[in-house]
């Protein structure tokens, strides 16, 4: 495929003011007749002809102001529909097409799950259902008409709000018409047809206004709603006191489907979801569980306005809608639970997901410049580092020139099709700060890597701070410029408290210095004692931070720091120094460091246990990998964390055992986070207690397995009953299997957790696991538990060095490629930091994507994956 380019956007030639649609559902021959208001964008190339999109649609006949068109006067391929004739400057055109929604296994466009009709249009999945400019920047206001048989579509949704609905004469068929008054852009519509029920509710805007709401589900699903739908009230609550914004339709309607090729979608009024982030009950869903569908439902409902209001011009923009609403979905959550648990939480997916991908081939800047196929940018570094380059925006400009800046972006943009520039303009202006080097963070990829060195000057009473920054050369950028970082500190004294921060001669009002320069020296004065530093507090900025910080200094800081983050921080910083030393040497250094500081967290009556979780949980093997960043070995890393955790496990025996039953409780379950953030700390300790695999500690998980009432509890101990070989875990496996067995979701969970066990065995465990009933290439929620934990859960055997795990990955990306490419070149995306590894495993990795490269008729979506990959 040809690479679009950022470069050359140029407006629409063609604007569409409404469109109305009338869909006549069918399992295999959906007609769709449009009906387009075409006018001539004075802004576009004077003289273009009208050119739609399609992909796959079958012609009936098209007419132009009521008139049928000649087949001379159009050319209609499968790809696109061009008018020949010179037209009016308006006219109306109408084109009627047929579409297979049950031979559609790519799941984009209109397609079928569980019997139910559904649809998926962002990016390009709306050429799949009419011909149409398909292109964020043309947008209209829709008008449609669903019909389908009674019996078999009960149900039938569209965006906005309904106005009329009634049977067809005679036929068992029957109709809705649904009215959207909002222009949106074509990758926003959506329509639903089925057997589904709905769980019902209601909301009344801060101004008065009165929402019906509804999550349809499969029937019998009902009583699983019940979280979702009070996420989604706390939701819009939410955005009307953190930013003034109103939900603007009658209805909001949220339908749950089993087959999703990502987490949701946003469509106007009529969000549909991966049922995975809809349906949870405690016996089936983990705290993990519900933590998701609180932020998934509130994504997607800030989109209306971070996406929907205001949409993005073109895809290059995509951050413009999604680090913007990832940003927000976190303060969201921030707010509903533990703002540090969050944050730490976030940064450990952020640099689980987006460091590690910026850090290898497939690394882009958070705005990309070029794509041959859009679908696989919807990346963590958009998302992720896309809100905390948000997130740093408002540690620059503070609490209310943030808010004034979104104030004024929102008012400005409404109904349009905006840029980061006009993004950045609006905070530009509302606060008066210049942001051009700030807008550096959407254009260079890679992770800056900031060198701090702290010097305390007794005689001057003075602390010098040193900081460098410097971002290695990524794919398609060799030179680099320094960028903008607001670095949060604190500098604490002996008494453990933060001393007052003096620099330059004035207090700073704000604990925050902006690093502009690859080298830049700050000195605060007054300083009576050494103070050790604290820095990017918060993780105020997304970076690789090293400093020279001595292990004793990381003890106190794990003890004393009033940052959390940097609490945690520091701990982290403690066993990655060990974990790099002990899987380079293979010998474990002396971690009593470690051990000490963590037992001072584990006794901390003071903490909140959700915390003390985080804090004691040791860095993935993938992170370990990413910090030794050459020559990884992932049985040395696996070894050498297996043996810190013995470490911790053995010396930690007594307050690990205490903190155990003391959390261990008989009243009900509830998903809040305070009784989350217990579970996580008690499941945990049972982790650390069964490191040993006594069987005293075995019998301890099985316990707790067996009399669990949630699937926290349940699910933790068959976790860590599946990491010891054991008649044990053949037990719990296969009692877990038995009582779940009706309930995918569930059994996602089962996959994923085999797919991850660091044995020999597992690739045939994995394999054999693809031919059980209850998997199904066809369905992306079970690809991704099985294979996709596997390929990034398990590096041991995903990079065993036969290559055999290389190359079932492979298999299983080829295979699936021909039906849905999507998912295919996420599985394949696996391989993201394949360079890293030792020359054998790289070598083999290399040998793997370069079968894939040259497998003759390969997607655009797995062509560009390999490609990539390999450049
Ligand atoms: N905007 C959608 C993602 C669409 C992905 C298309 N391949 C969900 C979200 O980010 O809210
Ligand atoms: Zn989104």
Same mark, same amino acid.
């Given at each position: 495929?040809?690479?679009?380019?950022?470069?050359?956007?140029?407006?629409?030639?063609?604007?569409?003011?409404?469109?109305?649609?009338?869909?006549?559902?069918?399992?295999?021959?959906?007609?769709?007749?449009?009906?387009?208001?075409?006018?001539?964008?004075?802004?576009?190339?004077?003289?273009?002809?009208?050119?739609?999109?399609?992909?796959?649609?079958?012609?009936?006949?098209?007419?132009?102001?009521?008139?049928?068109?000649?087949?001379?006067?159009?050319?209609?391929?499968?790809?696109?529909?061009?008018?020949?004739?010179?037209?009016?400057?308006?006219?109306?055109?109408?084109?009627?097409?047929?579409? +297979?929604?049950?031979?559609?296994?790519?799941?984009?466009?209109?397609?079928?799950?569980?019997?139910?009709?559904?649809?998926?249009?962002?990016?390009?999945?709306?050429?799949?259902?009419?011909?149409?400019?398909?292109?964020?920047?043309?947008?209209?206001?829709?008008?449609?008409?669903?019909?389908?048989?009674?019996?078999?579509?009960?149900?039938?949704?569209?965006?906005?709000?309904?106005?009329?609905?009634?049977?067809?004469?005679?036929?068992?068929?029957?109709?809705?018409?649904?009215?959207?008054?909002?222009?949106?852009?074509?990758?926003?519509?959506?329509?639903?047809?089925?057997?589904?029920?709905?769980?019902?509710?209601?909301?009344?805007?801060?101004?008065?206004?009165?929402?019906?709401?509804?999550?349809?589900?499969?029937?019998?699903?009902?009583?699983?709603?019940?979280?979702?739908?009070?996420?989604?009230?706390?939701?819009?609550?939410?955005?009307?006191?953190?930013?003034?914004?109103?939900?603007?339709?009658?209805?909001?309607?949220?339908?749950?489907?089993?087959?999703?090729?990502?987490?949701?979608?946003?469509?106007?009024?009529?969000?549909?979801?991966?049922?995975?982030?809809?349906?949870?009950?405690?016996?089936?869903?983990?705290?993990?569980?519900?933590?998701?569908?609180?932020?998934?439902?509130?994504?997607?409902?800030?989109? +209306?306005?971070?996406?929907?209001?205001?949409?993005?011009?073109?895809?290059?923009?995509?951050?413009?809608?999604?680090?913007?609403?990832?940003?927000?979905?976190?303060?969201?959550?921030?707010?509903?639970?533990?703002?540090?648990?969050?944050?730490?939480?976030?940064?450990?997916?952020?640099?689980?997901?987006?460091?590690?991908?910026?850090?290898?081939?497939?690394?882009?800047?958070?705005?990309?410049?070029?794509?041959?196929?859009? +679908?696989?940018?919807?990346?963590?570094?958009?998302?992720?580092?896309?809100?905390?380059?948000?997130?740093?925006?408002?540690?620059?400009?503070?609490?209310?020139?943030?808010?004034?800046?979104?104030?004024?972006?929102?008012?400005?943009?409404?109904?349009?099709?905006?840029?980061?520039?006009?993004?950045?303009?609006?905070?530009?202006?509302?606060?008066?700060?210049?942001?051009?080097?700030?807008?550096?963070?959407?254009?260079?990829?890679?992770?800056?890597?900031?060198?701090?060195?702290?010097?305390?000057?007794?005689?001057?009473?003075?602390?010098?701070?040193?900081?460098?920054?410097?971002?290695?050369?990524?794919?398609?950028?060799?030179?680099?410029?320094?960028?903008?970082?607001?670095?949060?500190?604190?500098?604490?004294?002996?008494?453990?408290?933060?001393?007052?921060?003096?620099?330059?001669?004035?207090?700073?009002?704000?604990?925050?210095?902006?690093?502009?320069?690859?080298?830049?020296?700050?000195?605060?004065?007054?300083?009576?004692?050494?103070?050790?530093?604290?820095?990017?507090?918060?993780?105020?900025?997304?970076?690789?931070?090293?400093?020279?910080?001595?292990?004793?200094?990381?003890?106190?800081?794990?003890?004393?720091?009033?940052?959390?983050?940097?609490?945690?921080?520091?701990?982290?910083?403690?066993?990655?120094?060990?974990?790099?030393?002990?899987?380079?040497?293979?010998?474990?250094?002396?971690?009593?460091?470690?051990?000490?500081?963590?037992?001072?967290?584990?006794?901390?009556?003071?903490?909140?246990?959700?915390?003390?979780?985080?804090?004691?949980?040791?860095?993935?093997?993938?992170?370990?990998?990413?910090?030794?960043?050459?020559?990884?070995?992932?049985?040395?890393?696996?070894?050498?964390?297996?043996?810190?955790?013995?470490?911790?496990?053995?010396?930690?025996?007594?307050?690990?055992?205490?903190?155990?039953?003391?959390?261990?409780?008989?009243?009900?379950?509830?998903?809040?986070?305070?009784?989350?953030?217990?579970?996580?700390?008690?499941?945990?300790?049972?982790?650390?207690?069964?490191?040993?695999?006594?069987?005293?500690?075995?019998?301890?998980?099985?316990?707790?397995?067996?009399?669990?009432?949630?699937?926290?509890?349940?699910?933790?101990?068959?976790?860590?009953?599946?990491?010891?070989?054991?008649?044990?875990?053949?037990?719990?496996?296969?009692?877990?299997?038995?009582?779940?067995?009706?309930?995918?979701?569930?059994?996602?969970?089962?996959?994923?957790?085999?797919?991850?066990?660091?044995?020999?065995?597992?690739?045939?465990?994995?394999?054999?696991?693809?031919?059980?009933?209850?998997?199904?290439?066809?369905?992306?929620?079970?690809?991704?538990?099985?294979?996709?934990?596997?390929?990034?859960?398990?590096?041991?055997?995903?990079?065993?060095?036969?290559?055999?795990?290389?190359?079932?990955?492979?298999?299983?990306?080829?295979?699936?490629?021909?039906?849905?490419?999507?998912?295919?070149?996420?599985?394949?995306?696996?391989?993201?930091?394949?360079?890293?590894?030792?020359?054998?495993?790289?070598?083999?990795?290399?040998?793997?994507?370069?079968?894939?490269?040259?497998?003759?008729?390969?997607?655009?979506?797995?062509?560009?994956?390999?490609?990539?990959?390999?450049?």
């Amino acid at each position: 495929p040809v690479p679009v380019r950022l470069a050359d956007y140029r407006p629409p030639a063609w604007l569409v003011d409404t469109v109305d649609l009338d869909v006549s559902l069918h399992p295999t021959a959906t007609r769709v007749i449009s009906r387009l208001a075409l006018r001539r964008n004075p802004e576009g190339a004077a003289d273009a002809p009208v050119v739609l999109d399609g992909d796959g649609l079958t012609l009936v006949r098209v007419a132009l102001d009521g008139a049928p068109l000649a087949g001379g006067a159009y050319e209609a391929t499968p790809q696109s529909l061009t008018l020949r004739a010179p037209t009016a400057d308006r006219f109306v055109l109408e084109v009627e097409t047929l579409v +297979n929604p049950t031979a559609n296994t790519r799941l984009m466009g209109l397609y079928r799950s569980s019997g139910n009709y559904c649809t998926q249009c962002e990016a390009e999945g709306f050429r799949r259902i009419t011909y149409f400019p398909d292109r964020p920047d043309v947008l209209s206001v829709y008008t449609v008409r669903v019909e389908a048989d009674r019996a078999e579509a009960p149900v039938l949704l569209s965006n906005g709000n309904l106005e009329r609905n009634g049977p067809v004469a005679d036929t068992g068929r029957h109709y809705t018409i649904w009215h959207d008054p909002w222009p949106k852009p074509a990758y926003l519509f959506a329509l639903v047809g089925g057997n589904l029920s709905k769980v019902p509710d209601h909301f009344v805007t801060r101004s008065g206004r009165p929402i019906e709401l509804g999550i349809y589900v499969e029937p019998g699903k009902e009583s699983r709603a019940s979280y979702a739908m009070d996420a989604l009230k706390r939701s819009m609550r939410w955005d009307e006191t953190a930013f003034g914004r109103e939900y603007d339709l009658d209805v909001f309607n949220i339908v749950a489907v089993s087959d999703f090729n990502m987490g949701a979608m946003e469509n106007k009024g009529l969000n549909i979801f991966n049922d995975k982030y809809v349906l949870a009950s405690p016996e089936t869903a983990t705290d993990a569980d519900y933590a998701g569908i609180e932020s998934v439902i509130a994504h997607e409902y800030f989109h +209306n306005w971070s996406g929907n209001r205001v949409t993005c011009r073109d895809w290059f923009q995509l951050c413009l809608k999604e680090g913007l609403t990832v940003f927000r979905d976190q303060e969201f959550s921030s707010d509903q639970r533990s703002r540090p648990v969050k944050r730490i939480a976030d940064v450990r997916t952020l640099k689980a997901a987006q460091f590690t991908e910026d850090a290898g081939p497939l690394s882009h800047p958070v705005r990309p410049d070029t794509y041959r196929e859009i +679908n696989n940018f919807y990346t963590a570094t958009v998302y992720e580092k896309g809100a905390e380059v948000v997130r740093m925006l408002k540690t620059l400009l503070g609490e209310d020139g943030f808010r004034a800046g979104m104030d004024l972006y929102y008012d400005r943009h409404d109904g349009d099709a905006a840029t980061i520039e006009d993004f950045l303009a609006a905070f530009a202006e509302a606060t008066g700060r210049d942001l051009s080097h700030f807008a550096l963070w959407y254009a260079q990829s890679g992770t800056p890597r900031v060198t701090a060195t702290g010097a305390y000057d007794e005689a001057a009473r003075s602390f010098r701070l040193d900081v460098r920054q410097e971002t290695a050369p990524t794919s398609g950028q060799s030179e680099k410029k320094p960028v903008m970082l607001p670095l949060t500190l604190g500098l604490i004294g002996p008494d453990g408290a933060d001393q007052p921060l003096t620099l330059g001669g004035s207090n700073m009002p704000h604990p925050v210095i902006e690093v502009t320069e690859a080298e830049q020296s700050f000195v605060f004065t007054g300083l009576d004692a050494r103070p050790v530093l604290s820095l990017n507090r918060g993780f105020s900025a997304p970076i690789n931070l090293s400093t020279n910080l001595s292990d004793e200094d990381l003890v106190f800081l794990a003890a004393h720091d009033a940052d959390p983050f940097n609490r945690f921080d520091a701990m982290q910083g403690l066993a990655l120094r060990l974990l790099k030393t002990g899987a380079a040497e293979g010998r474990l250094p002396d971690a009593t460091p470690l051990v000490e500081a963590a037992r001072r967290v584990l006794t901390d009556t003071t903490l909140d246990p959700a915390f003390k979780a985080q804090a004691l949980a040791l860095p993935g093997e993938n992170e370990i990998a990413r910090e030794i960043a050459t020559d990884v070995n992932p049985d040395a890393v696996f070894t050498t964390r297996r043996a810190l955790r013995a470490v911790l496990a053995e010396a930690l025996a007594a307050p690990l055992g205490e903190t155990y039953d003391a959390l261990t409780t008989t009243s009900p379950y509830s998903p809040d986070a305070a009784a989350a953030g217990r579970r996580s700390l008690r499941n945990l300790a049972l982790d650390y207690l069964t490191s040993g695999a006594t069987s005293e500690a075995i019998a301890r998980a099985q316990a707790q397995y067996g009399a669990a009432d949630n699937m926290t509890d349940r699910f933790a101990a068959l976790a860590v009953l599946s990491q010891h070989d054991t008649p044990a875990r053949t037990e719990a496996l296969a009692d877990f299997y038995r009582r779940f067995v009706n309930d995918p979701l569930v059994i996602d969970k089962w996959l994923s957790l085999q797919a991850q066990i660091p044995e020999e065995g597992t690739l045939e465990r994995v394999k054999a696991l693809t031919l059980l009933p209850v998997f199904s290439m066809s369905n992306p929620n079970r690809v991704r538990s099985l294979v996709g934990a596997f390929a990034v859960g398990n590096p041991t055997q995903f990079h065993r060095a036969s290559g055999e795990g290389h190359n079932f990955l492979v298999d299983v990306v080829l295979g699936l490629d021909a039906t849905n490419p999507q998912v295919a070149a996420r599985l394949l995306s696996a391989f993201k930091s394949f360079r890293q590894l030792e020359p054998a495993r790289r070598a083999s990795a290399e040998r793997a994507l370069q079968r894939v490269a040259v497998t003759p008729g390969l997607s655009a979506d797995v062509a560009d994956i390999a490609i990539r990959s390999l450049s």
